[in-house]
Nanobody, 119 residues
């Protein structure tokens, strides 16, 4: 089980950028590297949805709505995954959650960080 900590959310104007971080400071390196780490978001009144994830071999996957605007990367030595969000839109507003999916199907969630895109 991984304990995840998100950071980097905030209030920004449309068109601006934010970078979210998801850290697993207590994870053992040899365990962390086997997890797929994903970013999900939940807007008010809507279901949680996948924004992007990255596998243990660093293969990224993106929701169509964020392709060419968001980039997910990971540094296993730092046990950290980042989500670089550019050209933010009001519809990107929501609580962003980090998820760690183990190869055995276990799933761990962070507490979430609020992102608000508004003028």
């Amino acid at each position: 089980q991984l304990q995840l900590a998100e950071s980097g959310g905030g209030l920004v104007q449309p068109g601006k950028s934010l970078r979210l971080s998801c850290r697993a400071p207590r994870a053992i390196f040899s365990v962390f590297i086997d997890y797929t780490i994903g970013w999900y978001r939940q807007a008010p009144g809507k279901q949680r949805e996948l924004v992007a994830d990255i596998t243990s071999d660093r293969t990224p996957r993106y929701a169509d709505s964020v392709k060419d605007r968001f980039t997910i990367t990971r540094d296993n030595s730092r046990k950290t995954v980042w989500l670089q969000m550019n050209s933010l839109l009001p519809e990107d507003t929501g609580v962003y959650y980090c998820n760690a999916l183990g190869q055995d199907g276990t799933s761990d969630w962070g507490q979430g960080t609020q992102v608000t895109v508004s003028s």
